[in-house]
């Protein structure tokens, strides 16, 4: 896509001049002097998100508790609001997708609710390189339910600790396996799984499949209608920008719809029944019937201005435009920085490629520390990662090549080493 351009800074600024998201840039708030590629961990406020939370909180002070009915935005259809604006950025029906709890939650309410062992179909499926929340919640309802995980879970493991093999996955399924529990894109060296065909080899063998898309939505497209994925959940405050600890999502397909809730809560309930505070439940019909209790709604509030973005922009642009910033990225460390024994673990290959680049070095948790006291934001992943993130909503190809030059110094004057190489309390 790069091929016919120089790598240099003159490079970068045609790019940014012919960037036709340029205009959301002014959009977003940013640390000071900063230039920051860590999106993919916590994305930027946007004034737009400031702007809806401030209004749900005059909500609050202007109707007290009629704001559950009154206002531009009442509460109590939130949730389903904030699914129904989040429904194309998965390829989804606005049925089909709520915003609710955590990507933790989400999960057990999946593996509560369909994940139905029986004495020939009990195994769960999933990779040996998924963020650790997803391994203790599968862990922790098997053993909930008396099954040894040592019996019970399949782990799919790397052959080279960064990337997964589809066809190691595809090895694993048998009529013995009742769910496969993957990620859309790896945390760590940003892979992205071809979901459609997971699915539909998974669906050969009568197993369903959930996703987890906390590092996928916002940053490549989704059909998962089309594909037929059962479930999917994620978190909303990486790509989606939705702040620190923002509501979390969760996706059903339709053709779930019906099945009683796991982890039954009052805000499951059918909308038209849930004031009847019957002691029998009669859920939504719908996704909703996942919710389990009252909205976080100054959690979720922010998520009306960022997802305004998005549906204004669409998944193809966002895609297009991310694709240019990791590969123009990829270059330059290739070009700037190939004697200082970096290792890229994130595929070259655009297809398998999510939003951000997974570099290797034995220096790693010095080499963050001292990017950041010159301004770049990076995420450092132990024992030996670093994690760059240029977002299309808000990061620029004049950012990415100051922030190679930058890394370049850093590596050239060794000023890493006036740093511990060990990660502080938070990565």
């Known amino acids: 896509m790069l091929n016919d351009f120089p790598l240099t800074r003159s490079t970068a600024e045609k790019l940014d001049e012919q960037d036709e998201l340029k205009k959301y840039r002014q959009e977003f708030y940013f640390p000071k002097n900063s230039i920051y590629f860590d999106g993919n961990s916590l994305g930027l406020l946007s004034k737009r998100s400031e702007e809806a939370l401030l209004r749900m909180l005059e909500s609050w002070k202007r109707f007290g508790i009629d704001g559950w009915t009154e206002g531009d935005e009442p509460w109590f259809y939130l949730s389903e609001r904030l699914g129904e604006m989040t429904a194309s950025l998965l390829g989804a029906e606005a049925e089909e997708v709520i915003a609710t709890g955590s990507t933790t939650i989400n999960l057990h309410q999946i593996l509560t ?73 790896l945390y760590r060296s940003g892979q992205v799984l071809d979901m459609e065909y997971i699915t539909k080899e998974a669906h050969k063998h009568g197993i369903l499949v959930a996703f987890d ?88 509030a922010p998520l009306l201005g960022s997802l305004s973005m998005f549906q204004e922009v669409g998944m193809k642009q966002i895609r297009k435009k991310s694709l240019l910033l990791t590969e123009f990225l990829l270059k330059l460390i290739n070009q700037e920085l190939k004697k200082y024994a970096f290792t890229n673990r994130t595929p070259t290959n655009p297809k398998n490629r999510g939003a951000h680049i997974f570099l290797e070095h034995e220096e790693a948790a010095r080499i963050c520390k001292a990017l950041k006291k010159q301004h770049v934001i990076p995420d450092y992943r132990g024992p030996n990662g670093i994690r760059l993130a240029p977002v299309a909503l808000y990061s620029t190809f004049t950012e990415v090549w100051e922030a190679v030059q930058v890394l370049k110094s850093i590596m050239e004057k060794e000023t890493y080493k006036q740093f511990k190489n060990e990660r502080n309390v938070i990565a």
């Open 113 to 185: 609710t369909f994940y139905k062992p029986n004495s020939y179909r009990n195994k769960i499926v999933i990779d040996g390189l998924n963020f650790p929340t997803d391994i203790y919640a599968v862990k922790s309802n098997l053993m909930a339910r008396g099954l040894e995980p040592k019996d019970h879970l399949i782990r799919v493991e790397s052959r080279d600790g960064h990337l997964l093999n589809e066809e190691d996955i595809m090895e694993t399924f048998s009529d013995e396996v009742a769910m496969v529990v993957l990620s859309g894109v």
């Open 213 to 300: 898309l906390c590092h996928s939505i916002g940053s490549v497209e989704h059909e998962l209608s089309n594909w037929g994925v059962d479930f999917a959940f994620w978190c909303t405050y990486k790509h989606l920008n939705g702040g620190p600890g923002s509501v979390g999502g969760l996706y059903v397909n339709k053709k779930h719809f019906g099945k009683s809730p796991g982890l039954a809560g009052w805000f499951g309930s059918k909308k038209e029944k849930q004031f009847d505070l019957e002691h029998k439940m009669t859920p939504a019909e719908h996704a909703g019937a996942y919710q389990t209790g009252t909205p976080q709604l100054l959690s979720a």
